[in-house]
């Protein structure tokens, strides 16, 4: 389940929106100030922060601009109607979306689901396991902190093995997938160079792959550093 941190002194409209969103399988914390909030970051896996600009103890922006330091947290921005200087500002530092009060709490909601739908799609193309680190999205590749130069195959490769990880996929749907709008007919033994030359650039053994899987007989799954 994921979580949400309420950051809001206004007491009654923080319980409305922890009321609201409650009811789309979201767990809710809340905070009435600054202090609190980061207490409750510290504490708890937070997959989204809805933050006031204007707080007791300081303002959002500043902790908006300290939490960017060290976390890429979506944060949706809760502001008066005459601060758009503090909108822009907001999106400079960071924020994810914002919404003006007066507002509709079913709005709210909207744009709550809409940040997390991006946020999760955001995450499946970021991969960290052991040495690799993956940007799909970015096109960058990382073993032990090193970039990684791959060809588009292999890119194709590598992004249709990740996203399928734990799944066998057969040679026809690897190819398929990989070279189906470039040729009428690709030979078989271009997926065998590939799946080569790729485990030369990530496995420390080649010979004894941890990430690359030959199922034989059956096809090829990315099988996450786990050894036989």
């Known amino acids: ?32 100030d600054i202090a609190t909030a980061e207490k409750l970051v510290s504490s708890h896996e937070i997959d989204l ?3 006031d600009i204007n707080l007791p103890d300081g303002s959002g922006l500043d902790y908006c601009e300290k939490i960017r330091r060290t976390s890429q947290m979506p944060i949706i921005f809760l502001t008066a109607n005459d601060m758009e200087p503090d909108i822009v500002t907001g999106f400079e530092l960071g924020a994810d979306d914002y919404i003006t009060k007066p507002f509709s709490l079913m ?16 995450r499946e ?19 032990s902190n090193r970039p990684l130069v791959l060809s588009k195959t ?3 490769l590598l992004k249709t093995l990740v996203v399928n990880s ?21 030979d078989e033994n271009a997926l065998t160079v590939a799946i080569k030359r790729l485990r030369a650039k990530i496995e420390d053994d080649p010979s004894s792959p941890r990430y690359i899987k030959t199922i034989y007989g059956l096809g090829y799954m990315w099988a996450e550093g786990k050894h036989p």
């Open 1 to 32: 389940m994921r979580t949400l941190l309420i950051v809001e002194d206004d007491r009654s409209l923080n319980k409305g929106i922890a009321l609201t969103l409650s009811q789309n399988d979201l767990a809710i914390v809340q905070a009435y």
């Open 49 to 51: 922060m809805i933050l």
């Open 107 to 122: 709005v709210l909601r909207s744009r709550v689901m809409a940040v997390l739908r991006r946020a999760e799609n955001h």
């Open 125 to 143: 193309d970021q991969i960290t396991l052991g040495s690799l680190a993956f940007d799909f999205n970015k096109m960058e590749y990382y073993k």
């Open 154 to 156: 292999e890119q194709k």
């Open 166 to 186: 734990g799944n066998i996929l057969t040679r026809e749907q690897l190819m398929d997938k990989i070279w189906s709008q470039e040729a009428e007919f690709v």
